[in-house]
């Protein structure tokens, strides 16, 4: 049991690219925090240097009361999930998941139970003489889960542990990642790239972006008051509707029209950019919300919910997700959103304002 | 590809087969033939197509008693070193490439790439290229007529350690880390996960060093002087160049049989992972 503690970590490699440019954050006793952003915004980086096999240039990371930065891996008390397994070939299951109490000499009664444990909360018991190239993706995912579980560490590392599966695996994969941590109560440090895994397992979800914090919180309050653009567009699938807009009178107007109502926004002189997502979108009016006037370009049914890729006036798409009343392609739709959906950002900036 | 097996698709490949199998083995047989017949026989040019009756008596002379003419070592002697050079050659090069392959990917040290290129270079200097110097490094080291003299020089290797290297960078940077976490040191990781994985890998580079071995001709006729140090490919020769006396071919080719059956055995025994080593990798 452990919290971990980052201050204004940095990486700079050989070369001068800066991978993590000061990121601090906590993650609390038991809380499962999922670092979340697109290739090369250094999340992978950034656990790598908590797992220590990559080193720290400067700032402090603390595993429970103790600075690890300069510790090695082996000793600083955490287990790591990998993308590819990593498993070692040559051994069977049950070495796999025994080789690290090993080479810490803990007694074999012991490895041996806390190994049979482990298989048996995984449901891999049936496997344990076997290699892993005999098993399958999500058994040697599990056996992966198993070497971790064994070392019973304070933290849990993962990188990118589902992105091997198929889309079915991966969500069953993801639940029982959910219901493992939840039962072992052990602080874990999950990085990914996908926003739906990044939503459903966080307690702590951070966003980076090139090597920075963008925004850190709850994943519902990231998706319900995101801080910035990148983060808005980054949670929620599809993707949030952004629209050029400007002050008009006390509501707000986009150029080329389209855009009615809004009010009570304080827009800079040079203009905003209002953030509105597709689910929140519906076809009955809102009384004080926007209204969009779209040209529908394209209906995309995918059966609970249908897509509409509609048009402003400028030409500027936005999405709407509807269940009835679906508009044919080429007809014209008017769809409002409510004023607690509305996102107003910096155009220059794209903080929140 | 999907074929039809007809009769003539699955004719016409056998026969090939079968045509080159008889151009293989033909000179084999004939040799086997001319060591089982009695030393007249063969020299008046009437050998039969099948085997005499002399096999024992001419593989016991051969392998304990030796030529009456020249080499004056039985062949079992010989036997023995060239089995010696060839398992010392092929062990160190495997022990040392290793190592050496090691050193090179996975750790960071001063000149590490131009310890690489050394290496690389020297594959254009095999013993034929170096053989002045290294005779003479050999000599003053007191080394002719050892052992040590007769394979040290020989396994030092590029080729292997290149191999290794090859190999060794298949390996995911994720189990190097893995065993970290796992607590395992730089030895441990050699030891516990890179040496088992290689294992075929060895196996392979193991039948063709230990042929190469047995095979050497040039530097055991250097270094070798005495008798009784003399491998079996110098025998051969020795025993076929005679000043003063009949060649005696029914031994001759006895040697020869024998000459060949370790490295036919090497093959067989490690056939099946052998090839496993050249065409799948353990991930």
Known sequence: ?353 | MVEQRTFWRGVIPHLVLWIGIAIVAFPVYLAFVASTHEPTIISNGQMPPWPGSQMLENYYRTIFIGTSGTTREPVGTMLLNSFIMAMVIACGKIAISIISAYAIVYFRFPLRMTAFWVIFVTLMLPVEVRIYPTYKIAADLNLLDTYAGLTLPLIASATATLLFRQFFMTVPDELVEASRIDGAGPFRFFKDTLLPLSRTNMAALFVILFIYGWNQYLWPLLITTRDEMQTIVIGIRKMIVTADAITEWQLVMATAMLAMLPPVAVVILMQKLFVRGLVETEK
């Open chain 1, 1 to 353: 049991m452990a919290e971990v503690k980052l201050r204004d970590v940095r990486k700079t490699y050989t070369g001068g690219i800066e991978a993590v440019k000061g990121v601090s954050f906590d993650v609390p006793d038991g809380a499962l925090c999922v670092l979340v952003g697109p290739s090369g915004c250094g999340k992978s980086t950034l656990l790598r240097m908590i797992a220590g096999i990559e080193t720290i240039t400067s700032g402090e990371i603390r595993i429970g009361e103790r600075i690890v930065n300069d510790i090695e891996p082996s000793e600083r008390d955490i287990a790591m999930v990998f993308q590819n397994y990593a498993l070692y070939p040559h051994m069977s299951v049950y070495d796999n998941m025994a080789y690290g109490l090993r080479n810490r000499g803990t007694p074999k009664a012991e490895i041996e139970t806390r190994v049979r444990e482990a298989a048996k909360m995984l449901e891999i018991e049936p496997y344990l003489k076997r290699r892993p190239r005999d098993l399958s993706g999500g058994q040697r995912q599990r056996v992966a889960m198993g070497r971790a579980i064994v070392r019973k560490p304070a933290v849990f590392l993962f990188d990118e542990p589902l992105s091997n599966l198929d889309a079915k695996l991966r969500g069953q994969m993801r639940v029982e990642i959910k219901k493992l941590q939840r039962s072992l109560d052990v602080t874990s440090v999950y990085v990914t790239h996908d926003q739906l895994e990044a939503m459903t397992l966080a307690d702590i979800l951070v966003v980076l972006n090139l090597g920075q914090i963008e925004q850190i919180g709850p994943p519902l309050e990231l998706y319900s008051r995101p801080a910035s653009m990148f983060v808005a567009g980054f949670i929620g699938a599809p993707a949030m509707n952004f629209i050029p807009v400007r002050a008009d009178g006390d509501g707000l107007s986009a150029e080329g029209g389209g855009l009615s109502g809004a009010r009570g926004f304080a827009v800079p002189k040079q203009g905003a950019v209002l953030g509105v997502r597709p689910e929140h979108l519906t076809l009955s009016g809102i009384e004080g919300g926007a209204l969009f006037d779209l040209e529908v370009m394209v209906v995309e049914a995918v059966g609970a919910e249908t897509f509409i890729y509609g048009k402003l006036p400028t030409g500027k798409e936005v999405i709407v997700r509807l269940y009835d009343n679906i508009p044919k392609v080429g007809g014209r739709i008017t769809v409002s959103a409510a004023r607690e959906h509305l996102h107003l950002f910096d155009s220059g900036s794209g903080r929140r304002i």
